[in-house]
Each structure stands twice: as structure tokens, then as C-alpha cells.
């Protein structure tokens, strides 16, 4: 089972950039498929981003070309650029691992997952 740990969380003015940062080990070090999810007060988590080992990404509508998921493969590492951040983006956010390069897209792909970090984003 990969353990995932996230950083890069805080506070930030609206318009603002974050980088999130979430670094995988555990018996599995490497992961075909890693995102990003996030979960506002009162609200379900959903997901914000995927992406393969092959570089395949999604992206919820929401964030689309405002956020960047990418993965340095050799440091196990995950990261979210988040850029012109807006208050609906507060939530913490979760890094999560699944097993299958070929389901890497929903909530219902990934198994392993972080603590969370805060994001807060200020108006």
C-alpha cells in the first residue's frame, strides 16, 4: 500500500498561486495513477485532478486551465500548481494513489490516500 503525505497548503489572497506537494512511499513507492480530490466544509470530496505515470490527465471543470497537475517520477513526488486562486477553491486538499493505469479518471479508482492539507483562499 503507497503512503502519501501533502504539503504546500496555507493561506493566500485570491487571485494567488500554491503549490501543493505530495509524496508517495510505503511498500509500493510508485503509483500508474495519483490526484488530487478536495473537500470544502459541507461538502462531498471531489476530484480536482489525475494524472498517469504515461502523463495522462484530468481536470474538473472547475479548475481547468487554472490548475496543473504533474509528477516528478523519480522523487515519488505529486504536485497541483494552483494558480488564480478563488475562495470556492478552499477546501483541504487530499492527495490519492490508485493501482490502474487504464482507470485513473474518478473517486472510485484510487485506494490509497493523504491526511490533507489546508488550502484557504481569502476575497
Known amino acids: 500500500q503507497v503512503q502519501l503525505v501533502e504539503s504546500g497548503g496555507g493561506s493566500v489572497q485570491a487571485g494567488g498561486s500554491l503549490r501543493l506537494s505530495c509524496a508517495a512511499s510505503?511498500?509500493?513507492?510508485?503509483?500508474?495513477?495519483m490526484g488530487w480530490f478536495r473537500q470544502a466544509p459541507g461538502k462531498e470530496r471531489e476530484k480536482v485532478a489525475t494524472?498517469?505515470?504515461?502523463?495522462?490527465?484530468t481536470y474538473a471543470d472547475s479548475v481547468k486551465g487554472r490548475f496543473t497537475v504533474s509528477k516528478d517520477t523519480a522523487k515519488n513526488t505529486l504536485y497541483l500548481q494552483m494558480n488564480s486562486l478563488k475562495p470556492e477553491d478552499t477546501a483541504m486538499y487530499y492527495c490519492?494513489?490508485?493501482?490502474?493505469?487504464?482507470?485513473?479518471?474518478?473517486?472510485?479508482?484510487?485506494?490509497?490516500w493523504g491526511q490533507g492539507t489546508q488550502v484557504t483562499v481569502s476575497s
Open positions: 490519492a494513489a490508485g493501482p490502474r493505469l487504464w482507470a485513473c479518471r474518478d473517486f472510485g479508482d484510487f485506494a490509497s
Open positions: 494524472v498517469t505515470n504515461f502523463g495522462a490527465t
Open positions: 510505503g511498500y509500493t513507492y510508485t503509483s500508474p495513477c
